[in-house]
């Protein structure tokens, strides 16, 4: 990831864009696997605080 300054914040680039390709593609597979099935964490949030 690379960032320039630009006024009082920083802009981020990525560096090497093939990457997310690869992280997409992985996460179609996953989808496949699970039958395209995906849920919310029961515990995620407020609940987990409780």
């Known amino acids: 990831m690379a960032?320039?300054?630009q006024g009082r914040a920083s802009m981020f680039a990525l560096?090497?864009?093939e990457l997310v390709v690869e992280v997409l593609r992985a996460t179609e597979g996953?989808?496949?696997a699970t039958g395209d099935a995906v849920?919310?964490?029961p515990v995620y949030g407020e609940?987990?605080?409780e």
């Open 3 to 5: 960032s320039r300054p």
């Open 15 to 17: 560096t090497q864009p």
């Open 30 to 32: 996953v989808l496949a």
């Open 39 to 41: 849920t919310l964490c």
């Open 47 to 49: 609940a987990a605080n």
